[in-house]
């Protein structure tokens, strides 16, 4: 089992930064595969990013690609969501999850992301 506790979020105007963190526990979180999520209010979780288990290939979704990175350390077990050029519409519940084969199995409780205009 893997447990993942995200944290990073806070309140930020528009055209700044901030890096998520999603800490993992378990000997196995380097085996896993990580996505980053999103929901606003009032609308449905959607992809951000995600990374394989050896960093080697990440993907985004077209609304952040070029402006969030997403990278991971697994000697720390740790995957980062480095967000930049923030937008208002950004702003969100931000929810990491460990994938295998193609599934999100474990999920982290999320944290906030408040961009201001």
Same mark, same amino acid.
């Given at each position: 089992?893997?447990?993942?506790?995200?944290?990073?979020?806070?309140?930020?105007?528009?055209?700044?930064?901030?890096?998520?963190?999603?800490?993992?526990?378990?000997?196995?979180?380097?085996?896993?595969?990580?996505?980053?999520?999103?929901?606003?209010?009032?609308?449905?979780r959607e992809f951000?990013?995600?990374?394989?288990?050896?960093?080697?290939?990440?993907?985004?979704?077209?609304?952040?690609?070029?402006?969030?990175? /997403?990278?991971?350390?697994?000697?720390?077990?740790?995957?980062?969501?480095?967000?930049? /050029?923030?937008?208002?519409?950004?702003?969100?519940?931000?929810?990491?999850?460990?994938?295998?084969?193609? /599934?999100?199995?474990?999920?982290?409780?999320?944290?906030?992301?408040?961009?201001?205009?």
């Amino acid at each position: 089992q893997v447990q993942l506790v995200e944290s990073g979020g806070g309140l930020v105007q528009a055209g700044g930064s901030l890096r998520l963190s999603c800490a993992a526990s378990g000997r196995t979180f380097s085996s896993y595969g990580v996505g980053w999520f999103r929901q606003a209010p009032g609308k449905e979780r959607e992809f951000v990013a995600s990374i394989s288990w050896s960093g080697g290939n990440t993907y985004y979704a077209d609304s952040v690609k070029g402006r969030f990175t /997403i990278s991971r350390d697994n000697a720390k077990n740790t995957v980062y969501l480095q967000m930049s /050029i923030l937008k208002p519409e950004d702003t969100a519940v931000y929810y990491c999850a460990s994938e295998r084969s193609g /599934i999100y199995t474990y999920w982290g409780q999320g944290t906030q992301v408040t961009v201001s205009s």
